[in-house]
DNA sequence: CTGAAAGCGCTAACAA
DNA sequence: TTGTTAGCGCTTTCAG
């Protein structure tokens, strides 16, 4: 009676529930948030009142009182970017199951951007933010815009100007994966087909190489190795002058999917048979390379993996309130399919 | 390693703006919305006094007051489809440009996370949503819970349990574009690879590939015409089928770009030269059109300009408070690259 | 265990 | 033109 009715045909307010559950509004918000001491007998009423007028509180009015939004920010320098989608996927995942939600920003890889949309982030009061590289890995400033003590974490890139967290895959431990593969498998001469040199990635994985090589006694070949760019028809070239050489490699490791599949084709042009006469590996596991035939062994980027790190490295950093300057690399995965095979 | 400890920072408020320019907050809210009558003096000094602090609104507390977030709700069924990234650029693109942010849910295909996700974003008073899907066009049944009056557009697919705008692809369109194309080098005998018949664009694309031979005066002939999965591997197998007929096709309409790829692989092992003996004609104007040896001539799917549009549309709901049910065909566009010419 | 009261930061009548 | 006054819907001391 106290409590001023207002009109139930609009939004229902805690001030609805407190009225038809003969409580207080405070009452109400104690059951909403579960805080103790309350009786039982009183918790129930009020709840049978809540779903009676099917009450859901305002995310809106809460986060102004309390000063936080179970939400966070993740942006990206490109919304294109064939590795972009799965870390999504990744950071949305552990979002959604603690209850927070992302909003999704494309920066196009602009320092202006980035800071128009940080702006409106912090002004809506996100609880974290995730920057995401959606090309390669690489080091990069801090972000656009200052962001206070909000936190940050980088994905698919790094920073040394913040102490935040850097979550970057292990290319050099895939690359151990694939040669040592490939040496169980008994070949002796891998050739390697690698990508452009103003990737990180190729540095890491050619040293992977050979490191296990020469850790197995097998003494390093330049004359193996191969570079150009991440594309098939590099793959298929670069496949055919290693291939025509006096002392051919009786194994191929490319550094990406697609230089796989053009390697392949390039192969099958020169009557080599996949798995039989030559093996294959490739890199990334994108979703073609299952398809190929024969399927293609691959090392996995773990992609989605490192979304959801990112993602509890950040709510983590949120509910604690502090973080570290960490890089964190995620192993990558073995994947075996038909592409490679112990020889006899 | 090192800690970063957030430090609780007092937000400025529109209260230290008015304190600040010796006015009072009404008036300080004024000069922010822009609302007349406020001398250019007091305004000035508010604007100094604005920038002076670094004042930012907050627009949790304008939400509250005014019942609108500026902010819809984008929710896929499918982080990771192929198509999806480039409709979500589009969408994106225009909230952004409109000063709306946007929240990304993935409802893995799940009614039940899709009532999860909408609840969330209901409770958070998002003003609009956008039910993307990421595989195929095709009917589906109204959101998994029922939005109230909140503006609804359904990009990819369509419903016709609600009144809302559906955005999808006109496949028939583009499949009119690359015929006519064939039929302009002076091609008769064009060969259709399509995909599986649980898809509408298939049956979509083959009327249009039908109606534009018959409007040339050439008769259909089912023996040109093969089926299989979306998949290159398809694309191989199916090309190799139709080539060794007696009469074999003198052009190629794949209804993919995969389907494409996989028949110039098969077309290379029969030693046909694309496009001096064959012509070839894909589909969807994937990423790896452009690097195929040659690049692929292919009908572009409008993926991004249908997510601008689901944009657009979804603004202008939310601005005019109505919507019609109507299904938009967006055209597809052809584009002319180097594995299709002119024939002698 | 429960409720009254005081806001969170902003907007919108309505006065002045 | 500018300021006063009420809230938006919720949380949170602090009394009772």
Redesign the pocket.
């Known amino acids: 009676m106290?409590?001023k009715k207002?009109t139930p045909v609009?939004?229902?307010?805690?001030?609805?529930?407190?009225l038809a559950a003969?409580?207080?509004?405070?009452?109400?918000?104690?059951v909403?948030?579960a805080?103790?001491?309350?009786?039982?007998?009183?918790?129930s009423r009020v709840r049978a009142a809540m779903d009676r007028l099917n009450?859901?509180?305002?995310s809106?009015?809460?986060s102004?009182?309390?000063?936080s939004t179970s939400t966070l920010g993740l942006i990206t320098n490109d919304l294109e970017g064939v590795f972009t989608m799965s870390m999504m996927r990744g950071v949305e995942e552990v979002a959604t199951q603690q209850g927070f939600s992302v909003f999704l920003c494309n920066s196009y890889g602009e320092a202006e951007r980035e800071r128009a949309h940080l702006l409106v982030l912090m002004d809506k009061h996100i609880d974290g933010v995730i920057l995401l590289n959606g090309f390669r890995v690489g080091e990069r400033p801090a972000p656009a815009l200052p962001v206070g003590n909000i936190p940050v974490v980088y994905l698919f890139q790094y920073t040394h100007e913040l102490a935040v967290p850097s979550i970057i895959p292990d290319d050099f431990g895939g690359a151990v994966m694939g040669t040592q593969h490939l040496l169980d498998c008994g070949h002796r001469r891998i050739g390697v087909i690698n990508g452009p040199a103003n990737y990180e990635a190729t540095h890491e994985r050619l040293k992977g190489y050979r490191q296990t090589l020469e850790a197995a006694g097998i003494p390093f070949d330049p004359a193996l190795i191969r570079a150009g760019k991440w594309y098939e028809s590099s793959g298929y070239a670069l496949a055919h002058e290693l291939m025509s050489q006096p002392n051919p490699p009786d194994a191929l490791f490319c550094m990406s999917d697609s230089l796989a599949v053009g390697a392949m084709s390039a192969l099958r042009e020169r009557r080599l048979r996949v798995p039989d006469d030559i093996s294959i590996v490739g890199f990334d596991n994108r979703a073609f390379a299952a398809h190929q035939t024969p399927p293609l062994t691959t090392v996995l980027l773990p992609l989605v993996e490192m979304g959801r790190l990112a993602g509890e490295l950040l709510l983590q950093a949120i509910q604690t309130g502090q973080q570290t300057g960490e890089i964190h690399r995620v192993p990558c995965q073995f994947i075996q399919r038909a592409s490679t095979r112990l020889t006899a």
């Open positions: 106290k409590y207002r609009t939004k229902i307010t805690i001030q609805d529930v407190a003969g409580v207080s509004p405070a009452t109400v918000s104690k909403l948030n805080v103790p001491y309350v009786s039982a007998e009183t918790e009450y859901r509180p305002s809106i009015a809460r102004l009182k309390i000063k």
